[in-house]
Structure formats: structure tokens, C-alpha cells
């Protein structure tokens, strides 16, 4: 059942990703453009159970679009897995008279407000937020392009001592169940091997390509590992492992880890975000609920949060065959 939306509130929720707060300053003044009363709901969806709500306006979100992580704060909230704590959420909002509701995260997020949506009725629009950029119906997510950049600097840099040292070097990037950062990232620094969840490489085949780099006139190599891949125990036992089978290289490990989140978005993750915001409250607006805001052929578009977390994105296998042509 439609309602006139007069109050909307934001909020970020699950890891942070560059390009969060751009995303909620476009919210926020876009609710301004349209006369229309704005909401911040602090620590995510445990934020909405606990009503941890600020009346926000445009200058409430000054200077925010260049700055990482989100000014709204982030939390898990299991809480909000119960029907108890979905509850609690919902009468504050009623409480709150906030009428509609944008969220900012990924899929856990999304698969939350898709919950909360059908045991309320209350419009929520999702934002996609998340550098693993593993969310279904939209080419890119928000932090993603930044979160490729930090990775492509962190191994210029290490390659710069592995080619001193005769070194090789496993570097990995997030990525739990995708392997995009890997990937991408990969064939940017140019490193010789990527390892990723949706592609066994296998040991056997790591060791043999790795040879054959050595005996071409390599001295050195980067392989970028997404922490998903499941080629080792983990990425301490794969160099072990390649230690063992492997002479003349000496092998070390370098764990990006958080520092993939943190930084200043990109000029395109914040354009990307400033656009999402915009059409989330557009979508608000027209009366839609339960969808995603994405983008496509570089254009918007509404995905509706069951097809945005069906949890099957598929790797470019264009780009497997171009990293491998490519680090011959």
C-alpha cells in the first residue's frame, strides 16, 4: 500500500566501503531538493533498535564527500535477525514518524530490509556498498573502484622490492566468496598469477606456471590471492607449500586486509554513490520499495532486493582469459 513519503531516513550498514558517506550526503540533500524531512540512523540496523535517530540537513553532511568509512557509523546487529528485534525497529520508526527508509550495504543488508519489508510493509531501498562488488543487477558497487585502486598502489610497491630481492610475493585481497578485486586488480599491477573462490587453480598448476615464468627470464613475481580462494589451508600454507616445490625464489606473504576500506573514494565511486542516493529517494518518491538502486550500461536502475541477493555473480571470464594471455 502506497503512502505519501513526507520523512525518510539513511543509514549504513555491514563493512564500510569508500564512497559511503558521498552516498549519504546525496541523501540527505536530495531529500532537501524535494522538500522532504531527513533522518540519520546511527550504528546501522541496530541503530534503528535502539532509535538512535538525527535530524539531518544539508549542511549536516558538509565536507563528508571525500572522507572514507560513513559518518553514520556502522554495526552488525543480530538482534534484527529475531522478529523481536524487526519489532523493536519497526515501532521506532513508527514512533519516529519516519515514513520510508534507505539502506546502504550489501547482501546481509539487503536480505535484512527485505525481511523487514515483508513483515511490515514499510518501503526500504537499498544502496549498494561494499568493495567486494558481489551484488547482483548492478555493474558496480560503491568503494569497489577505490578498493582496486589502494590494492594496484600497495602492489606496485611490493613489486618494487621483489624485483631487488628475486622475491616472489603472495599478495591477498579481500574477497571472501568473490573474486573481483583479485581478478581486476590483478591484471592491473600485472601479476604473474590470480588465484580466486570461483576458479581452482590447483597447486600443481600454480607450481608449473610459476616454473615457467622462472625459466622465460622472470626474476621475480607477484601472485594476487583473494582471501576465498581455497588453493591452501590458508595463504601462509601456500607459500610453505610453494617453498618447498619451488628453488631460487624466496617467498613472501603481504595481508592487505583493511586497509582495502579505508582512504578517500575515488572520483568514480563518488559520482557512483551521489547518483545512487539521488535515485534511491527518486524510487521513494515514485512509490517503490523492496528494490536495489544499481547501475547498468551506465545508466539506473531499480533490481529488486530477491534478485540483487540470489547470491550467483559470476566472474567475467573474458577477464580470466585477458590475465592469462597477459602474464606470459
Known amino acids: ?12 550498514s555491514g563493512g564500510d566501503a569508500p564512497g559511503m558517506n558521498a ?7 536530495s531529500c532537501a531538493y524535494h522538500n522532504l524531512e531527513c533522518v540519520g540512523v546511527f550504528r546501522g540496523l541496530q541503530g534503528l533498535i535502539e532509535g538512535d535517530f538525527k535530524e539531518m540537513g544539508p549542511r549536516s553532511v558538509k565536507n563528508i564527500i571525500n572522507r572514507g568509512g560513513t559518518l553514520l557509523k556502522s554495526a552488525r546487529s543480530t538482534e534484527f535477525r529475531t522478529k523481536e528485534g524487526r519489532k523493536k525497529a519497526f515501532d521506532n520508526l513508527q514512533k519516529a514518524e519516519i515514513d520510508a527508509l534507505v539502506v ?33 543487477g548492478t555493474d558496480y558497487t560503491i568503494g569497489y573502484d577505490t578498493a582496486l585502486n589502494t590494492v594496484v598502489e600497495a602492489i606496485d610497491k611490493i613489486r618494487d622490492t621483489a624485483n631487488s630481492h628475486n622475491r616472489l610475493f603472495l599478495v591477498e585481497v579481500m574477497g571472501r566468496d568473490a573474486g573481483d578485486i ?15 573462490p570461483e576458479q581452482d587453480l590447483g597447486k600443481e598448476r600454480l607450481i ?5 615464468s622462472k625459466k622465460s627470464g622472470k626474476s621475480s613475481s607477484i601472485v594476487v590471492v583473494s582471501e576465498g580462494d581455497q588453493i591452501g589451508k590458508n595463504i601462509f600454507g601456500l607459500a ?8 631460487g ?3 613472501k606473504v603481504t595481508v592487505l586486509g ?14 557512483l554513490a551521489s547518483r545512487l542516493g539521488v535515485g534511491a529517494v527518486d524510487a521513494l518518491i515514485e512509490g517503490y520499495r523492496d528494490i536495489m538502486i544499481g547501475i547498468a550500461n551506465n545508466k539506473i536502475v531499480r533490481v529488486p532486493f530477491s534478485e540483487a541477493i540470489k547470491g550467483d555473480n559470476k566472474i567475467d571470464l573474458d577477464l580470466i582469459r585477458v590475465a592469462d594471455i597477459t602474464s606470459l
Open 240 to 247: 610453505d607449500y610453494i617453498s618447498e616445490n619451488m628453488d
Open 104 to 136: 546502504i550495504g550489501g547482501d546481509g543488508t539487503f536480505t535484512g530490509a527485505s525481511v523487514f519489508n515483508g513483515e511490515f510493509d514499510y518501503p526500504i531501498v537499498g544502496i549498494p556498498g561494499t568493495i567486494d562488488n558481489d551484488i547482483n
Open 1 to 12: 500500500m502506497n503512502r505519501e513519503i513526507k520523512r525518510i531516513a539513511v543509514l549504513t
Open 182 to 196: 583479485a581478478l581486476n586488480a590483478g591484471i592491473g599491477a600485472g601479476a604473474e598469477e590470480i588465484l580466486i
Open 23 to 29: 552516498a549519504i550526503r546525496a541523501v540527505v540533500r
Open 208 to 212: 608449473a606456471s610459476l616454473k615457467r
Open 249 to 251: 625464489y624466496e617467498v
Open 258 to 271: 583493511h586497509i582495502q576500506r579505508g582512504g578517500s573514494p575515488s572520483c568514480y565511486d563518488r559520482v
